[in-house]
């Protein structure tokens, strides 16, 4: 490899890590074993950064998580004995409507405790780096009367944010030395950062919304960022604006909301410009993004050793010269 993996600031934190992270979204969507390799391979690599969720399995017909919790599991036995430096970062969360007969929630501090500690034995450790309240732009995250899991919070309503269950056990878990570090996940920008102004955290995590057609994340979170000195984690980055039914590696689903993700391999202007540059698609969005020094990592959502090797070699090769970069600047779709 060219270089060494660029390290950055884990916002106030004192941490570095590595400018890519893996995601664990999509571990399961080939098989365990499958999984498992990736996360190795993400070590051997010089990944520092490790991002999962109780919610993360396979991506069932309707294109929902089913199998929930494997991630998990991939992830645990991924890292298990390692002595390589590296932050693990899970996160609290709740479905209600959708929960079927095993349903999960942060209704209350003791289904928060409950979930962490089941998280904890899945991925073989008594403590984790980073807990993270998960899909906090939903309004069954904040208060117990929300009609199901789509809806979603109203920021111009008044929420007791500090007292709610998933601050109390984000608090606490910090407190109590099961987690370093606690934070946010979000898909909407705007939400997330009216949140972060009533409760002050160590991160957050942007998704789905900066890529390379899209740039409402750092139009709306990143004077935020500034504000507070916090950790910056996107993720959802190659993510289109629409669902494809395009072949992509890193789609998740034929339909619902996961078959957005790898939607910007269809792009016929991306295709062009990937064809006439002779870089990936995904080389373009993580050459891209890295430009902007405030990302603390970007986490990769890969499913098979090659993609996390292909995006930790484009960080490897640096921003995209000027002339392509300005090119991607002028093509975004949704500024916010």
């Given amino acids: 490899m060219s270089s060494a993996l660029e390290h950055r600031s884990f916002g106030r934190t004192g941490e570095k890590v590595s400018v890519i992270g893996l995601g664990g979204a999509a571990l399961y969507k080939h098989s365990y074993d499958r999984g498992v390799a ?18 993360y399995g396979k991506a069932g017909a309707d ?12 992830m645990g036995e991924g890292l298990d004995g390692t002595t390589k ?4 970062a899970t996160k609290l969360v709740s479905y209600t409507t ?24 899945a991925l073989r450790r008594d403590k984790v780096d980073v807990l993270q309240g998960h899909d906090m732009e939903k309004a069954k995250a904040w208060g117990p ?31 109590q030395g099961l987690c370093s570090y606690i934070g946010l996940s979000f898909n909407q920008s705007v939400a997330l950062a009216h949140v972060f102004r009533q409760v ?23 004077p935020l960022v500034d504000e507070q000195g916090i950790a910056y984690v996107v993720g959802g980055i190659f993510r289109g604006l629409v669902a494809s039914y395009e072949a992509s590696p890193f789609r998740l689903s034929l339909q619902g909301p996961l078959a957005q993700t790898g939607g910007i391999f269809s792009d016929e202007r991306l295709i062009k410009l990937a064809k006439t540059s002779g870089i990936s698609i995904a080389a373009l969005t993580v050459r891209f993004l890295i430009a902007n020094p405030k990302l603390s ?12 090797e292909e995006s930790v070699l484009a960080a490897q090769a640096g921003p995209l010269p000027p002339d392509i970069h300005q090119t991607l600047e002028n093509l975004y779709v949704v500024d916010g």
């Fill in 38 to 55: 990736t996360v190795k391979h993400a070590l051997d690599l010089g990944v520092t950064y490790f991002d999962t969720s109780p919610a």
């Fill in 63 to 74: 294109g929902r998580w089913v199998e929930r919790g494997k991630s998990q599991l991939i």
């Fill in 85 to 88: 430096p590296h932050l693990l």
């Fill in 98 to 121: 959708l929960g079927g007969a095993n349903p999960m929630g942060y209704r209350t501090l003791d289904d928060c405790r409950l979930q962490l500690r089941h998280s904890l034995n």
């Fill in 145 to 175: 009367n929300a009609l199901n899991d789509d809806e979603l919070l109203d920021i111009d309503r008044e929420h007791d944010y500090e007292n709610s269950a998933i601050i109390q056990a984000l608090r606490e878990s910090k407190k």
């Fill in 200 to 222: 002050k955290l160590d991160m957050c995590l942007s998704a789905s919304q900066y890529s390379l057609l899209d740039r409402r994340s750092p139009r709306t979170v990143q």
């Fill in 297 to 308: 990592t970007i986490l990769v959502g890969a499913s098979r050793p090659e993609e996390i």
